[in-house]
């Protein structure tokens, strides 16, 4: 079914160091742990230790702790701060956006409670840039509906947009960048004291990136100007990813959400008793391809209710029929083994993922680059983006064990020289604050790689400037 075409293999590339190093672009399959095992997945128990119920950690658990409702990211307490002999020069922050309500298509056709937004605003206005220009009132959307209105979408109930970051999501936004102003200000002294040219921060066109921003920039800087969110043309942008990559999405369907192939469907068909259980609850049809096509609906459904200190849904027929821990339990193992199926365990996930963000990756080689040679002044980058880009750049690193990235989930490069090694660039890759493990052995531990060998790594498989990418992406490679 598949052609060679999408077996990436060795490649022998001259490095900058002017030796020939062995880049092994190919894939390599993650640590076997519960997550992709499927006896443990589907009759299995309980989340091993995975939090699915705050923003807030139990007493005494350790930070590194998987919390889906906030992932752990880059703090003071925890970050493991390199040796001195190594100054840290360039600085580049991915991150899934914090919690919100979910989305409109995951919610059940009838919500037995509405969702409360009315204690915020979504702040959203033009105003001309130009100084001593009109300016704008500080105007915010109140969202509404009426009796009237016929047209109430499935599931709609309260005061929120479905998507939109709720008031807690926001806090921890807050949090989230006063934890990296902690380390990467406080701690290091590396960023400057106040907002310039040298730290930008991007957004994607889901406007749930920005309301975490908003938050997030303030709990870095408290900025007393305005502060710009870099975002790329909805049809092309690559950090969300949006741009067209037909191959790719074929390619992804061949294998994974959506698929025919047995690889895929055990999990759905192993679990058909729990699907059956939570459509008697929650009114969905069993006929419904996008409720049973992967356990995405569910659970989004379940745990955004979770992560809000909701309860479990009940049965509108009849209330004392309710979706027990147990089951959503399930439903959570099970999503942690889609996500490491589509993104590590299939060995198309890396062509798949390729394909598909190839082109922000060809981006940080770039910015990587550009700081390198002096063409850009910026030290600090800083994007906020969705589970579906953590988990493609996972992917593409090749993260030991996957998971279904959480809220908040945040990879950071760190670029390093090294005392006496001269211009000599070495990076190191955290994930959830700390350093990340591949299964690639050339990038094995991603702790002082010699920079030349990521920067390798990439344009071997997206190309310079991508164009490896668009090749892929339209059939021609
Ligand atoms: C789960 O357990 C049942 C009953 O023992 C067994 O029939 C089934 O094959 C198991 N499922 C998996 C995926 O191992
Ligand atoms: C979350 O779940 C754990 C394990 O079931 C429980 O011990 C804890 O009390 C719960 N926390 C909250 C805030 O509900
Ligand atoms: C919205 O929630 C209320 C309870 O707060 C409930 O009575 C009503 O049926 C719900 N509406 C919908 C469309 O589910
Ligand atoms: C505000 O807009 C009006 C109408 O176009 C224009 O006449 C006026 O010059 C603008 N004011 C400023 C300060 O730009
Ligand atoms: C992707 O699949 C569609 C539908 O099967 C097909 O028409 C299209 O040519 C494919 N595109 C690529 C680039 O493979
Ligand atoms: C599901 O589809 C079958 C076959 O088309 C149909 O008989 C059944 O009524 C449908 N069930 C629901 C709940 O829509
Ligand atoms: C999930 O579905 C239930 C049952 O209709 C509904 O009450 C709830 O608001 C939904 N929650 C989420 C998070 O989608």
């Known amino acids: 079914m598949f052609s060679s075409k999408h077996v990436l293999s060795l490649l022998w590339l001259p490095l900058a160091t002017a030796q020939t190093a062995k880049i092994d672009l190919s894939w390599h399959a993650p ?18 230790g ?6 807030v950690l139990p007493p005494g658990a350790d930070y590194r702790t998987y919390n889906w409702c906030n992932m752990p990211h880059v703090r ?9 002999e190594y100054q840290l020069e360039y600085v580049e922050v991915i991150h899934r956006h914090h ?22 605003g979504l702040f959203y206005y033009g105003q001309p840039l130009a100084a001593g220009g009109n300016a704008s009132a500080i105007t915010y959307w109140s969202v509404f509906t009426t009796n009237i209105n016929p047209f109430a979408p499935a599931g709609f109930n309260g005061t929120c947009q479905f998507p939109q970051i709720t008031t807690e999501g926001l806090d921890d936004s807050w949090q989230h960048g006063k934890d990296l102003y902690g380390v990467y200000h406080d701690l290091l002294h590396f960023l400057p004291d106040g907002l310039d040219t040298k730290v930008t921060y991007r957004v994607t066109n889901n406007v749930i990136t920005s309301q975490v921003a908003g938050m997030l920039v303030e709990g870095m800087y408290g900025p007393s100007g305005t502060v710009p969110l870099h975002v ?18 074929n390619l992804s369907s061949s294998y994974g959400v959506g ?5 895929w469907t055990a999990h759905l068909k192993a679990a058909k008793p729990l699907f ?30 979770q992560c809000h200190g909701k309860p479990l849904p009940c049965s509108i027929k009849d209330p004392t029929k309710c979706v027990i821990q147990k089951d959503a339990d399930a439903v959570y193992r099970l999503g942690q083994y889609e996500y490491s199926f589509i993104y590590r365990d299939s060995p198309l996930s890396l062509p798949a993922s390729v394909g598909s963000y190839g082109v922000w990756i060809a981006e940080v080689a770039q910015n990587i680059r550009d700081y390198i040679s002096g063409t850009s002044p910026v030290i600090y980058r800083h994007n906020v983006a969705h589970d579906g880009s953590l988990s493609r750049l996972l992917s593409i690193l090749q993260v030991d064990v996957m998971v279904w990235v959480g809220m908040g989930s945040e990879v950071v490069f760190e670029l390093y020289t090294k ?12 994930w959830g604050g700390q350093i990340l493990t591949s299964s690639n052995p050339m990038l094995g531990k991603v702790d002082m790689l010699d920079v030349d060998i990521l920067l390798a790594y990439f344009d071997g498989l997206t190309g310079i400037g991508a164009g490896k990418v668009v090749e892929y992406c339209q059939g021609r490679e």
């Open 31 to 48: 640590k076997q742990t519960w997550i992709n095992d499927l006896p443990k997945v589907v009759n299995g128990s309980g989340t091993h």
């Open 50 to 55: 995975f939090v699915f119920n705050s923003s």
């Open 76 to 84: 003071r307490a925890e970050y493991p701060v390199a040796d001195k």
């Open 99 to 120: 919690k919100r309500t979910p989305y409109a298509s995951n919610t059940f056709p009838r919500e037995s409670y509405p969702w409360d937004c009315s204690g915020q």
């Open 232 to 249: 790329q043309p909805s049809s092309i942008d690559s950090l969300e990813p949006a741009y067209p990559c037909p191959s790719a999405s």
């Open 259 to 263: 698929s025919t192939s047995a690889a």
């Open 276 to 305: 059956d259980t939570l459509d008697s609850i929650s009114g969905i049809s069993p006929n419904s391809t996008d409720w049973h096509k992967s356990f995405d609906h569910y659970y989004d459904n379940l745990s955004a209710r």
């Open 419 to 430: 005392n006496g090694q001269g211009t000599k660039r070495y990076v190191r890759i955290l």
